[in-house]
């Protein structure tokens, strides 16, 4: 068994990250499902979500909706209490630097991008909807890089995730306060949860469900989860697949 919470890790929130599976696990074996002990880390993402042993991770939107779809189990779409969001969805906050004269969206036709994959919602699929011709595309890697190469000034604009953005200000505050945000895209639905198909999905679920409601608060508040939303895949399926930069 693996299982993996890969999307908003970091070595700050490890401990959460951890407490948060172990609670987890617990509830899973509680039902007789079996869980490893820990998190697995340091695995490429593509990897683990395609494990047929996998019980548990999160992936993105777009990576669901154009190669996993089909091939995993949707189990439900965690709550960060995005602000102006539904539950359960988010947005990308298109950040330029801060001493940047541009107030529109509209002003950034022709400027530089910087996006972490090509297969990201927030960092790829959100911006492309804006419509904007770009001089330039600069694969980083990283919503943190993307927002690194705009500060430095190897790209004007970058779209990165809104609880990542969230988190930058907590733990890259130097970062974050070079940067600001010039627009907020539309919501659309969060990175959701995944299990390989032949796992108990529905009790993989409640387990979520009832770790969530015993978590402890400080561990709750340092990942800003409110709770597990059913989503269906169809939600995902009808946002559109941009094509690659």
Known sequence: MIAGLPMYDRPETAGAHDAYWQAIRDALRDRNIAAPDGLSRGIDPWTLWRRNDLVLAQTCGLPYRARLHGKVTLLGTPDFGVPDCPPGYYRSVIVVRAEDPRIAVSDLSGAKL????????????????LGLPFSEKIRTGSHRQSARAVAAGRADLAGIDAVTWRSMGVHDPDLAGALRVLARTPP??????????????????????????????????????????????????????????
Do not use: K, M
């Open 114 to 129: 910087a996006y972490n994959d090509p297969l990201s919602q927030s960092g790829w699929a959100a911006v492309r909807a």
């Open 188 to 245: 659309t639905p969060g990175l959701p949860y995944i299990c390989a198909p032949g796992f108990d999905a529905r009790g993989i679920a409640a387990a979520i469900d009832e770790a969530l409601d015993g978590l402890n608060a400080s561990v709750r508040d340092v990942l800003g989860l409110r709770g597990l939303v059913r989503i269906p895949p169809e939600t995902y399926l009808e946002q559109p697949i941009p094509d690659a930069p």
